[in-house]
């Protein structure tokens, strides 16, 4: 190393392109890159895993806070895909700058460059020391998730000779920045109300109109830093972002200054260089090429150019000491003519082969020099040609993809619609074909249905009454037993009427085992069907809806129990109690039961006017209970949004309001409408039938 040595330079190089496979030397990835020597070393300080694993564990407790009380569908459920997701870009002059919101950022550290660089052990002993204890405490909104240094890579200059790159490390990390608590943000905007206020006071003052959407645009961020220490109002407690990690590490964007990320990326290589200067590094801090962020092509492109520049400057450089040489020997040719007058002939002979000479030189470097920069502007358009090369065959690959996929889809599209025309064109022949069977079949079918349906209805409901008609029977027999002993005694102590008592009571019995077999008889046969009870209309107006008839026969018995048909009086006055009762039972059953039905099941009755056919129809539960079931949750939202925006508080009263109560139903449920064409179907075909007959 020379006296004259100014230092190394420092490159602390920061960007949102970065790869985990390059960092760790995957073998897979790192077969596929030639700038890379396996035979030289490499390293991995630590790593804390892949993105997704460490996104999720720098911030799991600020999405728990914030998934706390809220709604599944306003919960966080991927923190990392949403960042990847969002679309929100900053301002950038610069068109090609990638201003998408970033998960990862990435720095690479360098001491020197590939053609002088720091020794490789006391670069990677410093860059170490900084980047695990000083980085972290100075800068503490940018987390290293990983570090590693490679000390194994190279690359050449354009002479073809091999340049061992410098021992360097990657470090790429997470921007993380704070947000307000519910109260913060509370106490914030206070703050603002009441700075807003005393602003307008001072402006009505002196004269000066109030703008608000001048205020609206004031920016309160660094304001709120200063009293907070939080860059971010609203959101998780701990986000990722770097212009507002970057703000709250004291970097805004300013004129003159630069964005906040170069200059946090500025602090971070002056920091470094002034570390190395404290480990003993000698740094060279003079302004070197401003550029901006270059790829690796470009870069090697450039430098290739500074060698070219430097090798026709040293070509001028001869040239220039062969013209100085030339102009010398004619000077001295000029001095020997001026003072050999013999030799003159020889002299100028010389001087036109000289002139010549000169001429020829000046044109050789005039071509040369018209060459070389012929070559250099044909190496800048073949750069330009590849690259618009490619991107046009990227776009070609592209657009042929699509193409072909649209094109698939398109014949996948064409075949299902053939083929439902085809069954379309088939159906349509086979209803025009069998048609008219088919209707007069499906009337047929529908009738045997309501047949079937009422004639299920009247069994089910038979079994039911005669049930409950046999357990009362049961109960008014048992009372009725309990009255004959009872008229028993009575008639055991009168011994004059002892054997017309006997004769009665036996008479009775077999009236009895007749009844009973007449009712075995009944519930055989009138299972399927429903009689009337005899004489059951005339023991109801005789009762009168009174259960006293019981006690009125008996006192009457009592009275007129010497008479010889007086126990046959008696049995016929209870026999046609019961059915008195039982019918009252009935029509009591009946009406609730036809009032259950309605209800679940709703109601429908056909009915003539004149000539045409009427159907009364309502809803049962069993209809709602489907409509709520097999209906969207779209559809009912929208069903509610209507009932509220009505002032209504069921759809029952929006659906009171309008001139046909179905209509409201049928907008909104498909169940509805199933039912309305079912009824509708059904009412023309009892039109057809009423026409034909």
Same mark, same amino acid.
């Given at each position: 190393?020379?006296?004259?040595?100014?230092?190394?330079?420092?490159?602390?190089?920061?960007?949102?392109?970065?790869?985990?496979?390059?960092?760790?030397?995957?073998?897979?990835?790192?077969?596929?890159?030639?700038?890379?020597?396996?035979?030289?070393?490499?390293?991995?300080?630590?790593?804390?895993?892949?993105?997704?694993?460490?996104?999720?564990?720098?911030?799991?407790?600020?999405?728990?806070?914030?998934?706390?009380?809220?709604?599944?569908?306003?919960?966080?459920?991927?923190?990392?895909?949403?960042?990847?997701?969002?679309?929100?870009?900053?301002?950038?002059?610069?068109?090609?700058?990638?201003?998408?919101?970033?998960?990862?950022?990435?720095?690479?550290?360098?001491?020197?460059?590939?053609?002088?660089?720091?020794?490789?052990?006391?670069?990677?002993?410093?860059?170490?020391?900084?980047?695990?204890?000083?980085?972290?405490?100075?800068?503490?909104?940018?987390?290293?998730?990983?570090?590693?240094?490679?000390?194994?890579?190279?690359?050449?200059?354009?002479?073809?000779?091999?340049?061992?790159?410098?021992?360097?490390?990657?470090?790429?990390?997470?921007?993380?920045?704070?947000?307000?608590?519910?109260?913060?943000?509370?106490?914030?905007?206070?703050?603002?109300?009441?700075?807003?206020?005393?602003?307008?006071?001072?402006?009505?003052?002196?004269?000066?109109?109030?703008?608000?959407?001048?205020?609206?645009?004031?920016?309160?961020?660094?304001?709120?830093?200063?009293?907070?220490?939080?860059?971010?109002?609203?959101?998780?407690?701990?986000?990722?972002?770097?212009?507002?990690?970057?703000?709250?590490?004291?970097?805004?964007?300013?004129?003159?200054?630069?964005?906040?990320?170069?200059?946090?990326?500025?602090?971070?290589?002056?920091?470094?260089?002034?570390?190395?200067?404290?480990?003993?590094?000698?740094?060279?801090?003079?302004?070197?090429?401003?550029?901006?962020?270059?790829?690796?092509?470009?870069?090697?492109?450039?430098?290739?150019?500074?060698?070219?520049?430097?090798?026709?400057?040293?070509?001028?450089?001869?040239?220039?000491?062969?013209?100085?040489?030339?102009?010398?020997?004619?000077?001295?040719?000029?001095?020997?003519?001026?003072?050999?007058? #013999?030799? &003159? *002939?020889? /002299? !100028?002979?010389? +001087?036109?082969? =000289?002139?010549?000479? $000169?001429? @020829? %030189?000046?044109?050789?470097?005039?071509?040369?020099? #018209?060459? &070389? *920069?012929? /070559? !250099?502007?044909? +190496?800048?358009? =073949?750069?330009?040609? $590849?690259? @618009? %090369?490619?991107?046009?065959?990227?776009?070609?690959? #592209?657009? &042929?993809?699509? /193409?072909?996929?649209?094109?698939?889809? =398109?014949?996948?599209?064409?075949? @299902? %619609?053939?083929?439902?025309?085809?069954?379309?064109? #088939?159906? &349509?022949?086979?209803?025009?074909?069998?048609?008219?069977? =088919?209707?007069?079949?499906?009337?047929? %079918?529908?009738?045997?249905?309501?047949?079937?349906?009422?004639?299920?209805?009247?069994?089910?409901?038979?079994?039911?009454?005669?049930?409950?008609?046999?357990?009362?029977?049961?109960?008014?027999?048992?009372?009725?037993?309990?009255?004959?002993?009872?008229?028993?005694?009575?008639?055991?102590?009168?011994?004059?009427?002892?054997?017309?008592?006997?004769?009665?009571?036996?008479?009775?019995?077999?009236?009895?085992?007749?009844?009973?077999?007449?009712?075995?008889?009944?519930?055989?046969?009138?299972?399927?069907?429903?009689?009337?009870?005899?004489?059951?209309?005339?023991?109801?107006?005789?009762?009168?809806?009174?259960?006293?008839?019981?006690?009125?026969?008996?006192?009457?018995?009592?009275?007129?129990?010497?008479?010889?048909?007086?126990?046959?009086?008696?049995?016929?006055?209870?026999?046609?109690?019961?059915?008195?009762?039982?019918?009252?039972?009935?029509?009591?059953?009946?009406?609730?039961?036809?009032?259950?039905?309605?209800?679940?099941?709703?109601?429908?009755?056909?009915?003539?006017?004149?000539?045409?056919?009427?159907?009364?129809?309502?809803?049962?539960?069993?209809?709602?209970?489907?409509?709520?079931?097999?209906?969207?949750?779209?559809?009912?939202?929208?069903?509610?949004?209507?009932?509220?925006?009505?002032?209504?508080?069921?759809?029952?009263?929006?659906?009171?309001?309008?001139?046909?109560?179905?209509?409201?139903?049928?907008?909104?449920?498909?169940?509805?409408?199933?039912?309305?064409?079912?009824?509708?179907?059904?009412?023309?075909?009892?039109?057809?039938?009423?026409?034909?007959?």
């Amino acid at each position: 190393m020379t006296d004259n040595f100014e230092g190394w330079r420092v490159t602390a190089l920061m960007r949102p392109k970065y790869s985990f496979g390059h960092n760790l030397r995957l073998p897979d990835y790192v077969e596929t890159q030639k700038h890379i020597d396996p035979t030289r070393p490499h390293g991995i300080v630590f790593h804390m895993g892949d993105e997704r694993e460490t996104f999720n564990k720098i911030f799991e407790d600020a999405i728990k806070e914030y998934n706390n009380g809220k709604r599944k569908d306003r919960q966080i459920k991927d923190y990392y895909q949403k960042v990847l997701d969002d679309e929100r870009c900053g301002k950038h002059k610069n068109p090609k700058a990638n201003s998408k919101r970033q998960p990862f950022y990435e720095f690479q550290y360098y001491i020197g460059r590939r053609e002088s660089h720091c020794p490789d052990e006391k670069a990677k002993k410093v860059l170490n020391i900084y980047l695990t204890k000083i980085f972290p405490k100075r800068f503490p909104n940018f987390i290293i998730t990983s570090l590693a240094w490679h000390n194994d890579e190279y690359s050449f200059n354009r002479k073809g000779e091999r340049l061992e790159s410098p021992l360097h490390f990657h470090a790429p990390g997470i921007f993380v920045a704070h947000a307000l608590t519910p109260e913060e943000l509370k106490e914030e905007m206070e703050y603002r109300r009441k700075c807003k206020e005393i602003k307008k006071a001072e402006l009505e003052a002196k004269g000066i109109a109030w703008d608000e959407e001048k205020w609206k645009e004031k920016d309160w961020r660094k304001g709120m830093i200063e009293r907070w220490g939080k860059a971010l109002e609203r959101g998780m407690s701990l986000q990722t972002s770097m212009s507002a990690a970057c703000n709250e590490m004291g970097f805004f964007t300013e004129k003159g200054k630069g964005t906040a990320q170069q200059q946090f990326e500025e602090a971070v290589r002056h920091d470094l260089m002034d570390f190395c200067e404290e480990m003993g590094i000698k740094i060279n801090r003079t302004k070197g090429h401003k550029h901006s962020h270059q790829s690796k092509e470009d870069y090697v492109y450039e430098q290739n150019n500074i060698e070219w520049d430097a090798e026709l400057k040293e070509k001028q450089k001869v040239l220039e000491a062969k013209e100085i040489a030339l102009a010398n020997q004619i000077d001295d040719f000029d001095y020997r003519i001026e003072h050999l007058e #013999e030799k &003159e *002939q020889e /002299l !100028e002979k010389t +001087k036109k082969n =000289l002139k010549q000479q $000169e001429e @020829q %030189l000046k044109n050789d470097s005039d071509k040369i020099t #018209e060459r &070389e *920069q012929q /070559l !250099e502007s044909d +190496k800048i358009k =073949l750069g330009l040609k $590849e690259k @618009q %090369l490619d991107s046009k065959q990227k776009l070609q690959l #592209e657009k &042929e993809t699509y /193409l072909s996929n649209k094109e698939e889809y =398109l014949k996948k599209l064409k075949t @299902q %619609l053939d083929e439902q025309d085809s069954k379309q064109s #088939e159906r &349509e022949k086979r209803i025009q074909q069998g048609e008219a069977p =088919l209707l007069k079949k499906e009337m047929e %079918l529908s009738d045997r249905e309501d047949s079937i349906t009422q004639r299920e209805l009247s069994l089910q409901i038979d079994e039911n009454k005669i049930k409950n008609r046999e357990k009362l029977a049961d109960e008014k027999l048992e009372s009725a037993n309990k009255k004959e002993t009872h008229a028993v005694e009575t008639l055991n102590q009168a011994q004059k009427e002892k054997s017309d008592a006997v004769n009665a009571q036996n008479q009775m019995q077999q009236l009895l085992d007749e009844n009973q077999k007449q009712i075995d008889i009944f519930n055989l046969e009138n299972r399927s069907k429903i009689t009337e009870i005899e004489n059951w209309k005339e023991a109801s107006e005789q009762i009168k809806d009174s259960d006293s008839w019981i006690k009125t026969s008996f006192e009457e018995y009592n009275s007129n129990r010497h008479k010889p048909n007086a126990i046959v009086e008696l049995y016929n006055k209870v026999k046609k109690g019961i059915t008195a009762v039982i019918t009252k039972v009935k029509q009591a059953y009946d009406k609730k039961l036809d009032e259950l039905n309605e209800r679940l099941f709703g109601h429908k009755r056909f009915y003539s006017e004149g000539r045409n056919i009427v159907c009364e129809y309502n809803y049962g539960e069993s209809d709602f209970a489907d409509m709520l079931r097999d209906t969207p949750v779209d559809n009912i939202q929208k069903a509610i949004d209507e009932t509220k925006k009505l002032g209504k508080k069921t759809f029952s009263e929006v659906a009171n309001t309008k001139e046909n109560k179905f209509e409201f139903y049928e907008r909104y449920f498909d169940k509805a409408k199933t039912l309305t064409r079912e009824r509708m179907l059904e009412l023309e075909r009892r039109r057809e039938r009423a026409i034909t007959r």
